[in-house]
């Protein structure tokens, strides 16, 4: 609920290609206000062809302090920030945008930090783990490195586009902390699974998994938010797997990206040029 909207509410984005799926401007918005900021985050249908017109045009209003960017924007939308995290530098992606002091933008990628904040906080463990990753794009990037950084024992990663997954292997190797490797739909051998994919939104969708090959011993996590219960997760369930769905991820990215709209990210990485 909005509780205070007039001339001095401070602008805040979300932009998406679509964005009718977003849940987020509420929930942001509420948490926001509860904050004490006079502040609200308004949905943005904007297509990547025009994605750059946008953000030049929409950068010089006075009242906009912030961009969240969901898919398919969280690579180009790096390309506009002036200064990043050191995560949102090595990945090349960001999730969310907010004013520096000359009107220009940084930004930061939340998606993997929040995702592994809400599987830990629903049982998993990940040091010394295998983990499998389905999914090489923006949250999945983003997840993977997070869960190199929780020290993974190992990390198997499957996407549909072989030079994109290829592409995020070789970068993750570079931290030179675990096995990385490209992995398939098999699950089997494997103590957590993760499917950053959209797989599951639709109905009729495939898994992204083989779920014949799900044993209770897992850990199952999903980035979908929509259905509530994506199938993956029904799979994973009645197999006897500990699960985390999206919304449980998407309540962690919520804060983490108030808290850095807010100035009040205290995890948030050094800035960083965007070159050099």
């Given at each position: 609920?909005i509780?205070?909207l007039?001339g001095?509410t401070?602008?805040?984005?979300?932009?998406?290609?679509?964005?009718?799926q977003?849940k987020?401007?509420?929930?942001?918005?509420a948490?926001?206000q509860?904050?004490?900021?006079?502040?609200?985050?308004?949905?943005?249908?904007i297509?990547?062809?025009?994605?750059d017109?946008f953000?030049?045009?929409?950068s010089?209003?006075?009242?906009?302090d912030g961009?969240?960017?969901?898919?398919?924007h969280?690579f180009?939308?790096?390309?506009?920030?002036?200064?990043?995290?050191?995560?949102?530098?090595?990945?090349q992606?960001v999730?969310?945008?907010?004013r520096?002091?000359?009107?220009?933008?940084?930004g930061?990628?939340?998606?993997?930090q929040g995702?592994?904040?809400?599987?830990e906080?629903?049982?998993?463990i990940?040091p010394g783990?295998?983990?499998?990753?389905?999914?090489?794009g923006?949250?999945?990037s983003?997840?993977?490195?997070?869960?190199v950084?929780?020290?993974?024992g190992?990390?198997?990663?499957?996407?549909?586009?072989d030079?994109?997954?290829?592409?995020?292997?070789?970068?993750?190797q570079q931290?030179?902390?675990?096995s990385?490797?490209?992995?398939?739909?098999d699950?089997a051998?494997?103590?957590v699974?993760?499917?950053?994919?959209?797989?599951?939104?639709?109905?009729?969708?495939p898994y992204?998994?083989?779920?014949?090959?799900?044993?209770?011993?897992?850990?199952v996590g999903?980035?979908?938010?929509l259905?509530?219960?994506?199938p993956?997760?029904?799979?994973?369930r009645?197999?006897?797997?500990?699960?985390q769905t999206g919304?449980g991820?998407f309540?962690?990215?919520?804060?983490?990206?108030?808290?850095f709209l807010l100035?009040?990210?205290?995890d948030?990485?050094?800035?960083l040029?965007?070159?050099?």
């Open positions: 609920m509780e205070h007039d001095a401070r602008l805040n984005l979300i932009i998406g290609d679509p964005i009718a977003v987020s401007p509420g929930g942001v918005t948490l926001l509860a904050k004490g900021s006079n502040a609200i985050v308004v949905p943005i249908h297509s990547a062809a025009d994605l017109a953000l030049k045009g929409m010089l209003a006075r009242n906009l961009i969240i960017v969901t898919v398919p969280k180009a939308a790096y390309r506009h920030c002036s200064t990043v995290s050191d995560r949102a530098r090595f990945l992606a999730n969310v945008m907010r520096n002091a000359d009107g220009s933008w940084h930061d990628m939340c998606d993997g995702f592994v904040a809400a599987i906080a629903a049982g998993a990940l783990k295998r983990a499998l990753l389905v999914g090489a923006g949250a999945g983003a997840i993977a490195y997070a869960l950084l929780a020290g993974v190992a990390l198997a990663i499957h996407d549909g586009d030079a994109r997954c290829d592409a995020l292997i070789t970068r993750l931290l030179e902390k675990v990385i490797f490209r992995g398939s739909a699950p051998g494997f103590d699974v993760v499917n950053a994919t959209p797989s599951g939104m639709r109905e009729g969708d992204p998994v083989n779920v014949k090959h799900l044993s209770s011993e897992m850990f999903d980035v979908v938010t259905p509530a219960v994506p993956l997760i029904v799979a994973a009645e197999t006897g797997c500990q699960t919304s991820m309540e962690k990215v919520r804060d983490l990206m108030v808290d100035y009040r990210n205290r948030e990485n050094e800035s040029p965007l070159t050099g």
